[in-house]
C-alpha cells in the first residue's frame, strides 16, 4: 500500500508580537511529538509594519534563511509561497487583517476574539464563502486533547446533565503602571477584560452547555451581564456575565467572569452535572489536568478520576493540526471550533459589552 504523504501546511505570519511568536515555536515543535503524522507546518513569510522587525522574528525564532520577510502584511497575502495566515495583531486590527488575507485567497487563522462585534465576523463568514477559503478564530484551548476528552465524558451521558457552571480567568496587567496605548487599555485597540480574556470562560460554556447534546445546538436564551470599568481609560477591568440555554427540558446556565486586576487565575472551570462535576484546573486557556466526581443516588462522591495532560510544546499546535486537516479535506470552517461558535461568542459579548454600557471609539468597528 501506498504510504500517504503529509500535507505540510505553508504558513505567513501576520505581526511580531507575542502571540506570533509563541505560535510559531508550537508551528516548529515536530508533531511526531504529539503523535500527528497527517500534518505538519512550515513557516514560509513574516510580516510585520517594519522590515527589521520581521527579519529580526525569523532570525530569532524561525532561524531559517529561507523564510521571506516583509515591511507590510500586504507582502505576506500576496506571496504565492503562502498556504494560510496567521493573523496575531491587536482585537480592533483582526477584521481588516483577516478581510485581506481572505481576498488575496488565503486561508486564515485569525487570533481571538475573531473580531470585535457580531456583524464583523459575519461579513467575514460570508467573504470566506464566497472565497472558497478556510476561516477560523484561533481558539486554542477546543483544540487540546484534554477539552476532547472533556466533551467526550459529557457526551457520553454518565454525569447526566449540565445543570449549572463557572468559569473565571483573571490575571494582573498591571494597568496602573502600563502605557494607556497598551493593547489591554487602549479602547482604540478594544482594551479591557472581556475582549481579551472573554474567549475563555466562553469557550468552556460552549464545551460544557451549548455543545451539550441536550441543548441540541440552541442559542443562548439569555444573557446578563455587569461591568466595572477602570477610570484609566474607561474600558472594564473586570466583567461578569451569565449565559443561560433553555430548550425544552433542558436548562442550564452559565456564570462567566474576567478580572484584569487580580494576580491569580483560580478558580478555573467548574461544570455541575446532575450526577457529577467536571473541574478543569487553571489557567483555562491552557489547563493540564482535570478532575470528574461522580455522584451516588445520594448525592455523595463515589468515584473521583484526574487526568493529567503532557505534550511538547505550548499547546497552539493542536490548532494548527486541525487548519491544515481542514485545509487537505478542502473545509472551510472546523467541526470543532466552527462559525456558529465564534458567532455565539461575538453576539454575547456586543450584548454584555450593550449591558455594561462599553462602546468602541467611533471608527473601531468597521461593520456594525
Ligand atoms: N491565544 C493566546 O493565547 C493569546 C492570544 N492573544 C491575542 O493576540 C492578539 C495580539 O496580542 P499580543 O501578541 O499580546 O500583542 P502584542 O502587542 O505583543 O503584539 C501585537 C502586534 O500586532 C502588530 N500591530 C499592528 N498594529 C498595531 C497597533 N496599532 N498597535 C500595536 N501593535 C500593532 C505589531 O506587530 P508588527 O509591529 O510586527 O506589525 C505588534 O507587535 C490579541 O488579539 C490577543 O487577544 C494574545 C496573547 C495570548
Ligand atoms: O489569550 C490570552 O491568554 C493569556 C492572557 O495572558 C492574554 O492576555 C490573553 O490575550
Known sequence: MASLKPLELRWGIIATGRISRDFVLDLLVDPKTRDVHDVSHKVTAVGSRSTEKAQEFIDQYVKDGAVKAYGSYEGVYDDPNVDAIYIGTPHTHHYTNARDGILAGKHVLCEKPVTCNAAELKSLVALAQERKVFFMEALWTR????????????????????????????FDADIENIP??????????????????GPYPTIWAIVGLYEHPSNKLAQPSAVTAAMVKTPITGVDSATS?????????FAAHANLSVSMVIPSNEPGVTIRYRKGVIKVASPIFCPKSFTVQYFNEKGKVYKEETRVYEYVGSGWHFQADEVARCVRD??????????DKSILEMTVFDEVRRQGGYVLPPGVEKVQ
Do not use: Y
Open 143 to 170: 483544540f487540546q486533547p484534554l477539552t476532547r476528552e472533556v466533551r467526550r465524558i459529557a457526551d457520553s451521558g454518565v454525569l447526566g446533565e449540565p445543570v449549572l457552571m463557572h468559569a473565571d480567568l483573571a
Open 180 to 197: 494607556k496605548t497598551h493593547r489591554m487599555l487602549d479602547p482604540q485597540l478594544g482594551g479591557g477584560a472581556l475582549l481579551d480574556l
Open 241 to 249: 456575565w451569565t449565559v443561560s440555554f433553555s430548550n425544552g427540558d
Open 330 to 339: 478542502g473545509k472551510l470552517q472546523s467541526d470543532l471550533w466552527g462559525w
